[in-house]
């Protein structure tokens, strides 16, 4: 089959994003996504200032909203001796409309696009499509799918793979995808209790040598008090032993420092890497999302960095579609946002997690007093969160010319 016109996209929600840019500049799209439906998933769920901005932009940003939980301050705590720094978005309420970061698992995310996505005309979704290989003559490429019914190919002049870290966009298309992968596992919980009585506020990173934690209020319809607790987790026991209930309640029971039973809703474990492709454009082939990145989940920068790729190379690939622009602008693309991935996104997660893991007790001290010294300095604190609200690093990828 051919789309001569459409742009072809693996994957979402970075992809349904990347659609609904595309969709509302007049470009026709197809995603292409081997699930069938969208499914819970226990994955992304904090969303930050400029990613509330972009939905803004596309006109989902009311609908999101009256989801969600808005977090105006966030902690850093140490797990002997509580909270060391408190962190107000507030700070940035000349800055944004958006001074707080929004708590929404990501599947409530992909729900409402493709919600709206289904409304448009010049959208086709191929859900139960598994992208098996592409390949480019050079002026299109070619995707080989596989669905219930069987195989097919299908031609178009762009593709964009936004098809997760194991993209078979990028391994087909033979991108690079350097980096390393942490010895650790995460172990992430959900606890249906709330966490306001032990001093928790909706977001807060437990540093610790050994039992660090990311400690994160979710939404759920179904849950109205639902925590997510990840810590990290021993690569060479198994996950039978990791995700035995007895287990996740001592781990709990260690690291929030408090003895009791916890009523666990989810237990899960998965490996972390920080990786990123050697170029997001080669070609008629586009890279976004975790196809074209990965880091570790401390700061909440991976599918923010997704929805800020779809954005930028969507209004980039409308202008090439409409012939107001060459291919050159993608190379822009992928200027801008590999260098954020690279320069910002790789080394805040690293720093977060080794200020969260720091061993040596002289070194935590330290951090720990420079990041309450940042956070009494209200100039010092409104740096601070432009850059852990990825503000700063949409500045940063807008000046890239
Ligand atoms: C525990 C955890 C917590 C996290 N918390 C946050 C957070 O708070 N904030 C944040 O910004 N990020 C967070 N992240 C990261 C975030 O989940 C990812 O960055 C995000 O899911 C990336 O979105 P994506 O659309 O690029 O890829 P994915 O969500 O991986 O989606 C890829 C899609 O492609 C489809 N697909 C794959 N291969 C094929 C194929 N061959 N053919 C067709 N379809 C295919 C898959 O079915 C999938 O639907 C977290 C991650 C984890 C694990």
Known sequence: MSYDESIAIVGRPVGLTTALTL????????????????????????????????????????????????????????????????????TLSALTDFPFRFHLPQHYLSSLLLDVLRTLPNVELRFGEKLESVSTDGASATLKLRSAQGSSKVRVPWVVGADGARSMVRKSAGFGFEGFTWREKFLVTNVAMPMEPLGYTGTAYVSDPDHWAVVLKLYDDSHPDLWRVAMPADPDVDDAVLLAPANVQARLRETLGVDMHFPLAYSGTYRVHQRVADTFVRGRILLAGDAAHINNPIGGFGLNGGVHDAFNLGTKLAEVWHGRAGAELLELYSRQRRTVAVEVVQKNSIRNKKTMEERDPQVRRQNQQALHAISLDPDKSREFLLDSSMIASIRRADAIT
């Open 23 to 90: 969709a509302r500049r007049g470009v026709p799209c197809v995603v292409f996504e081997s699930a069938d439906e969208i499914a819970r998933e226990q994955r992304g769920a904090a969303f930050h200032p400029p990613t509330l901005e972009i939905f803004r932009k596309l006109g989902i940003e009311a609908d999101l909203t009256r989801m969600g939980i808005r977090i105006p301050v966030w902690q850093m705590r140490d797990s002997s001796q509580g909270v060391y720094a408190e962190f107000d978005l507030g």
